[in-house]
């Protein structure tokens, strides 16, 4: 069932929640510059296990409302910490992908980890996607310059582009269709906005604050959040395991979907060994 949950600044936030009845909680975070449905081969599995599912449309993507402002890391936290309330979750997976990664190392920050028993990062840009004069790791900040300059020039084709680089795997035609509309979806203005927060602000405190066990998924051939990160990420955590996925690209929740819900669900039933 789909919900509208409204914030304290009176933005409306698309939250989709699949088996309400469910034993355990997951709570998904997409990655820029989708919604939820990235999530689509998860949502179609693990409610049948008995899980809740719960998929969250952030503000100016998918079809939540989309402000013009915004879109830093702090607001986009606070979106998660509101629909945590009125959905009054407790001992919840908090799932994150990409920037939905990033999103969720803040929430784990600034609300402390409030109601998070377990944490996924999958892809995540965190402690910070661009390099940095002490961080020489992740991608160039011109990159991301040029990638808010197409989207501002034409978007559709930025979203072609980076939809060709995204997964490891062949896709079908129709598949490369529905993943390009998902990103058509968002507000322009929003997905140039959060390329901006990628380039504006650091997790590394966040990072060091996670206490929780925390599964850290990526692709080896991750073309848009490189590997590295995941290994840096799994340095700064201290009660977490990195599952490097050999055949994926950034979107590992597709390329190796079988093998991905299959190590989800043994993290969460305490069948995978964490250090």
């Known amino acids: 069932m789909g919900y509208f949950i409204r914030m304290k600044d009176g933005v409306n936030i698309f939250v989709q929640v699949l088996n309400p009845q469910g034993k355990k909680t997951i709570v998904f975070l997409h990655g820029w510059p989708g919604n939820h449905n990235l999530f689509e081969y998860q949502l179609d599995k693990l409610p049948?296990?008995?899980?809740?599912?719960?998929g969250i449309d952030q503000r100016g993507?998918?079809?939540?409302?989309?402000p013009f402002h915004g879109y830093d890391y702090n607001t986009l936290a606070d979106d998660v910490r509101g629909v945590v309330e009125a959905l009054d979750l407790h001992d919840f997976i908090l799932a994150g992908h990409s920037t939905g990664g990033a999103i969720a190392v803040r929430y784990m920050g600034r609300h402390n980890g409030y109601g998070v028993s377990k944490l996924v990062l999958?892809?995540?840009a965190a402690p910070s996607?661009?390099?940095r004069p002490n961080f020489p790791y992740g991608v160039s900040k011109e990159s991301i310059l040029q990638t808010i300059e197409d989207t501002y020039n034409d978007?559709?084709?930025?979203?072609?582009n980076f939809g060709d680089k995204f997964f490891f795997k062949h896709t079908s035609k129709a598949f490369s269709d529905w993943f390009f509309q998902l990103g058509l979806q968002a507000a322009?203005?929003?997905t140039a906005a959060v390329a901006e927060t990628w380039i504006k602000e650091v997790l590394f405190m966040d990072l060091e604050s996670i206490r929780v066990p925390t599964l850290i998924i990526h692709g080896i051939h991750d073309k848009i959040?490189?590997?590295?990160?995941?290994?840096i990420q799994k340095r700064m955590i201290k009660n977490s395991v990195l599952i490097p996925f050999e055949f994926s690209g950034h979107g590992s929740f597709y390329?190796?979907?079988d093998e991905f819900n299959d190590i989800m669900v043994k993290f969460i039933e305490n069948r995978l060994n964490i250090s």
């Open 188 to 190: 322009g203005w929003a």
């Open 155 to 160: 978007r559709p084709q930025m979203l072609r």
């Open 61 to 66: 993507f998918g079809q939540s409302d989309k």
């Open 225 to 231: 959040v490189p590997f590295e990160l995941g290994e």
């Open 129 to 131: 996607l661009i390099k």
């Open 255 to 257: 390329d190796q979907k």
């Open 122 to 124: 999958i892809a995540a």
């Open 48 to 54: 049948k296990l008995g899980y809740r599912c719960i």
